[in-house]
Every structure is written in structure tokens, then in C-alpha cells.
């Protein structure tokens, strides 16, 4: 089955560098969120996408935007980058038209794009 | 915002072993799931249990809502069951919209051989 695809697998930046991460929902799902783990952290919610319109904010920083494309694929733009923004950046997907109260909720999450910023 | 504490945050189990973690929440839920991230970072999700029981294979969960707690039950432990199990919950809200989940600080499970 079709799981969610993020890349860049791993990014190294540079502060004050710009970086733009990219997630590929799974086929059929009509929302996307974007969640940050630090390392020995739990995720932490950014903000979330719902048939490509802007859903739900979390603690996303100013210098972090983000969008949700005609192809239902995501990018989280961050720019002015700073040490503390070094982490997990997840994409996940969930929702699929038809199905049973239960199974549109559960997340499923992509591998992940670790972002390191020196 | 909600509160999510689990418990215990660390545990180390022999293989074949059954443990118990748990997940206290602070308000009314309509959405609750664990998942496990294993040692490769991936988050895998086991259960979208908002209330009720349910069981896939080894692993079950229970969650009582008018209490605020849910349980997960790994029985019969593996090595591969190593790894960080989180707790995610979404805050009953009157609006719309896809809201995020809360997590937990995870319950950190290491499985020797």
C-alpha cells in the first residue's frame, strides 16, 4: 500500500538559510498536517491542510509557511533558519472519502525529513 | 491546552514479557491514538481509540473517556517491540477543521533477549 512520502531524507543548512520540505499524502487522503520533533522530544503540531485550504495552526513560527498544492502535495517553507530549528519534520495524512468514522482520523505518518542546521 | 502524561517513561522488559502503559488525559477527547516510533524514528500508528476496546494481534488498547485514561496492553514482548509509544489526543471542539494532535511525552520501552 501507498504510504506518505517526504523529501528531502536529510537536509544540512546553514543559519539563516531557507529550506523547503516536501510531502506526498497518501493517495485518496484530503488532509495533511506537518508536526516538529526535537531530538528525545515528543511531536509537536504545526499546522494542518484539509482539501488543500489552511485547517488548523500550532506552534509554527512566523518564519515557517506553508502550503498544500492542486496535487494534494504539501511543502513546509522555512526560512531565517536558526540551530534550534534542527529536528524531525514530519508529514502526515489521514481521510479518505467513504470510509468508516475511525479510519478517516488515524494518522499515518512519513519517514520523516531530519533537518540539521549548523 | 490539553495535558497528555503517560506512564511509566521508561521500562525494560525481558522478551516474552507483558506490560501495561498508560495515558492520563486533562479534558474531554474525540480523538485519541498510539503510536509506536521504533528505533529507525519511523511513527507507526496502532490504534484510533477515542473510546472502547481493540485488539490487533499482541497489542490492545482500552480507553475509558468519562475516566480521561486509555491503556495500551503489549503482551508476549519481542525485541521489535523496542522503541517509544506516544499517546495523541484532539481536544473535544465545538469548531471544524483538522486539528492537531497533542502528544504525550511517550513511554520509552526497551525489549531485551
Known amino acids: 500500500a501507498a504510504g506518505v512520502i517526504q523529501s528531502p531524507r536529510h537536509l544540512i543548512k546553514e543559519k539563516r538559510e531557507t529550506a523547503t520540505l516536501k510531502c506526498y499524502p497518501i493517495?485518496?487522503?484530503?488532509?495533511v498536517y506537518w508536526y516538529q520533533q526535537g531530538p528525545g522530544q515528543d511531536p509537536q503540531f504545526l499546522i494542518s491542510f484539509y482539501e488543500k485550504m489552511q485547517s488548523d495552526k500550532g506552534s509554527i513560527p512566523d518564519r515557517f509557511s506553508a502550503q498544500q498544492f492542486s496535487d494534494y502535495h504539501s511543502e513546509l517553507n522555512m526560512s531565517s533558519l536558526e540551530l534550534g530549528d534542527s529536528a524531525l519534520y514530519f508529514c502526515a495524512s489521514s481521510g479518505q472519502p467513504g470510509q468508516a468514522r475511525g479510519e478517516t482520523e488515524k494518522l499515518f505518518f512519513g519517514s520523516g525529513t531530519q533537518l540539521s542546521v549548523l | 491546552g490539553i495535558q497528555v502524561e503517560q506512564s511509566p517513561p521508561d521500562l525494560i522488559l525481558q522478551e516474552g514479557a507483558n506490560s501495561t502503559l498508560r495515558c492520563n488525559f486533562s479534558?474531554?477527547?474525540?480523538?485519541l491514538q498510539w503510536f509506536h516510533q521504533n528505533p529507525w524514528g519511523q511513527l507507526i500508528n496502532l490504534f484510533y481509540i477515542p473510546s472502547g476496546t481493540k485488539q490487533n494481534g499482541r497489542l490492545s488498547a482500552t480507553t475509558v473517556a468519562t475516566e480521561r485514561y486509555s491503556l495500551l496492553y503489549i503482551s508476549s514482548s519481542q525485541t521489535t517491540d523496542s522503541g517509544v509509544y506516544f499517546c495523541a489526543v484532539e481536544q473535544v471542539y465545538s469548531g471544524g477543521g483538522a486539528d492537531g494532535l497533542t502528544f504525550g511525552k511517550g513511554t520509552h520501552l526497551i525489549i531485551q533477549p
Open positions: 479534558d474531554s477527547v474525540n480523538n
Open positions: 493517495p485518496r487522503h484530503d488532509t
